[in-house]
């Protein structure tokens, strides 16, 4: 998740929604176990994917709390993959670099995950683990990684590649099995391609926003023809290439219409203000990217096979599968955001299992993400009145909880709309239809702090 509001407080809770909290306390606090991975993986039973979600970035919890349980569903239950929001384009980089291929662990972080993550203490130590790990021949089952976010790192501009990165990289395989054809459509873009760069928090003359409507078709359209050319050119360029190699060419392409998709929620000619809050078309371009992520998470399916399990990590946010009412929307837009989550589940079924990350309080990086020598920010304790609150009063800093065996009266209560805090966002969801668990910790610390390196 990325460029965060943060949502007025709600107001205090009723007399019957008083009576269904308590009832959820005393059922929470006679279910919650510890956080004991071989307890989580019966809970995950014959899963094929499993999505662990964080309540903030930059936290080091969360992050540690995913590599322990990746770790765990490798080699226990034959897990073959994972995905972590990050631009899939990038991922590739991580991908060949885990399976054995080259360049230094310094270089494919920062080339291959976006969003700044690549700083994070955690994210080393998963791809390290990987490439060692697939490095060992009594593997025979290698284990993949994805990125599965739109590529580019939309509207964080201090990101290593930016919204060019899937144009660029689709452009860069047309070059290879049809010059022709990748000299064309490049002349074609190049007056947009320099332009390919938005940052939310400041008015940037020479980017997306300065482009007419004109051009903006004029760059819909190039994109619309490059992903029309591979799709009539399939087999010939396989035969120039490799199916693989076409697989990650093909998807580049898909990735440029995503981030194009996203760039043209931007109004033209859109200029940021002190007083402009939350962009207007920021939740329309949530929504785009959420649907791009599904999309995404859908091909790494695909990719992985019939045999393939994946483990699938992202802010609480995107892996929610039940819609969320969110601040940035206007005070008269009754509608909800739709998270990547309720696409999954809607495709997966009861092949997905979703866990949510709520929090209680404690310190993250400056921004979430953002840096790694920044400074901390200390989120504030979640209020009384929202879900995360409500786990707080359960007497276990940190457990586990199976919300599908909830009592009937429990259940229903799960199902109403609840305000929740995910760190320094405030949200309205249904918790009982977006997560089937929930992973609590009352604190979280830093991600990049000196004891967890």
Not at 293 to 313: R, Y
Not at 346 to 373: D, P
Request: proline content about 5%.
């Amino acid at each position: 998740m990325c460029m965060l509001a943060t949502m007025h407080a709600q107001a205090p809770a009723s007399s019957n929604e008083s009576a269904g909290r308590e009832a959820f306390i005393h059922w929470a606090t006679q279910s919650a176990v510890p956080e004991d991975l071989e307890t989580l993986g019966s809970m995950i039973g014959d899963a094929t994917v499993v999505a662990v979600t964080e309540a903030t970035h930059g936290a080091a919890e969360p992050l540690e709390f995913r590599n322990r349980l990746f770790q765990y569903l490798v080699e226990k239950k034959g897990f073959t993959a994972i995905a972590i929001e990050s631009g899939l384009v990038e991922g590739r980089v991580v991908h060949d670099f885990v399976r054995g291929g080259p360049g230094t662990l310094d270089d494919v972080l920062a080339n291959g995950i976006s969003w700044t993550f690549d700083r994070l203490p955690a994210n080393r130590d998963l791809i390290a683990w990987l490439r060692a790990y697939n490095a060992d021949p009594s593997h025979h089952r290698k284990v993949d990684f994805y990125g599965f976010d739109v590529p580019g790192s939309p509207g964080n501009p201090e990101a290593k590649r930016h919204l060019d990165t899937a144009l660029s990289a689709a452009f860069d395989y047309l070059a290879r099995v049809d010059a022709v054809a990748e000299t064309s459509l490049r002349t074609r873009a190049s007056s947009q391609l320099k332009h390919l760069h938005f940052d939310t928090r400041s008015a940037e003359a020479s980017g997306y926003a300065s482009l007419s409507l004109t051009q903006r078709d004029a760059l819909t359209a190039t994109v619309a023809d490059l992903i029309a050319l591979l799709e009539r050119k399939e087999a010939d360029y396989i035969a120039a290439s490799s199916a693989n190699n076409f697989q990650w060419g093909y998807r580049a392409a898909i990735g440029a219409r995503q981030a194009d998709a996203w760039l043209r929620q931007i109004p033209v000619g859109w200029k940021r203000s002190d007083s402009n809050g939350t962009p207007t078309f920021f939740a329309p371009a949530l929504d785009s990217r959420d649907r791009a992520q599904a999309d995404n998470l859908e091909w790494v399916i695909e990719q992985q096979g019939s045999s393939g399990k994946i483990l699938v990590f992202a802010h609480a946010y995107h892996l929610s599968t039940a819609p969320i009412k969110a601040s940035w929307n206007s005070a008269t837009d009754d509608s909800s955001q739709q998270p990547a989550g309720t696409y999954l589940k809607r495709r997966l079924g009861n092949r997905l299992f979703s866990i949510g990350n709520l929090v209680g309080a404690g310190e993250i990086e400056v921004e979430g993400f953002r840096s790694c020598a920044g400074g901390k920010k200390t989120l504030t304790r979640s209020p009384a009145h929202s879900f995360d609150g409500v786990l707080g009063e359960i007497d276990q800093s940190r457990f586990i909880l199976d919300l599908r065996p909830a009592p009937p009266p429990v259940a229903t209560w799960l199902k109403q709309p609840q305000p929740v805090a995910l760190g320094s966002l405030a949200i309205e969801l249904a918790i009982g239809r977006a997560y089937d668990a929930l992973l609590y910790l009352g604190t979280v610390s830093p991600a990049c702090s000196s004891s967890h390196r």
